[in-house]
């Protein structure tokens, strides 16, 4: 068989839809013994990466969102196949993840919902109100201190509750949970910039739900306040009734 015939039957097997098969040298190298996978091994971080956090940022990781735009579409084929979709927003330069949900297949779950706390969503709304305030002054981005992030949320615990270090600690805490998330950067110390992810996770409708709910709380304490009030006047001007009764008894 001559050169020729080899191209005729490459061709050939083309054009009747066979791949030709790739020459051993040609096949990806190991990454390690026995590994069998396809994928170049900067597309391999970037897919590991999205299985084990929450985000992909742009500003934080460049090389591995330029990796992750040449690859999107692997990348989605491999995340699919574990029923998880994933969303890419280059307008904000994230990447994250979804859990694929059917009411027509059983799909079973990868990814589990771990909400934030008490604390981390109070810092969150204080966060999101922040963000949306500087975009509507036309600011590029917005700031803001620890200090703040603390008194704000401090305001929505119990009043009464003398334990306040406690609450501190948990405020501290939820910021630098915010901060690993990717949602504020610690620019200096106790000085963070308030990051456009805080749009993702909390959407306008969520904000609003989020904020109706803080302030219906605010007016259950105000009327309980109010009614314990109530309850100690009229308490009085009953006792006063029966200490009179008493003192104009024959």
Not at 8 to 37: C, K, N, R, S, Y
Not at 180 to 187: A, M
Request: proline share 3%; hydrophobic share 40%.
């Amino acid at each position: 068989m001559t050169d020729t015939d080899v191209v005729h039957d490459d061709a050939d097997a083309q054009a009747g839809g066979f791949i030709a098969p790739v020459a051993m040298e040609d096949d990806p190298a190991e990454l390690f013994a026995g590994d069998t996978g396809t994928l170049d091994a900067d597309v391999r971080r970037v897919l590991v990466r999205l299985l084990q956090r929450r985000f992909l940022l742009a500003e934080r990781n460049p090389a591995q969102w330029r990796t992750l735009l040449e690859n999107q579409q692997v990348v989605e084929s491999r995340l699919h196949d574990l029923f998880v979709h994933l969303v890419v927003d280059h307008d904000r330069g994230i990447a994250y993840k979804r859990q694929v949900r059917s009411a027509e297949l059983d799909v079973p779950v990868l990814l589990r919902d771990e909400p934030y706390t008490r604390a981390e969503t109070l810092v969150l709304v204080h966060l999101r109100t922040v963000f949306q305030r500087g975009r509507g002054a036309g600011e590029t981005s917005a700031r803001v201190d620890v200090e703040e992030l603390e008194t704000t949320a401090l305001t929505y615990f119990d009043p009464d509750d003398t334990n306040v270090a406690a609450h501190q600690r948990e405020i501290r805490t939820a910021v630098a949970r915010l901060a690993k998330d990717g949602l504020i950067d610690e620019e200096s110390e106790g000085r963070y910039r308030v990051t456009p992810l805080v749009e993702v996770v909390l959407s306008n409708e969520r904000l609003a739900e989020l904020r109706e709910w803080l302030r219906t709380r605010d007016e259950d304490a105000a009327d309980v306040a109010d009614d314990g009030a109530d309850d100690g006047a009229q308490d009085d001007d009953e006792t006063d009734d029966e200490t009179d009764d008493e003192e104009t008894a024959p």
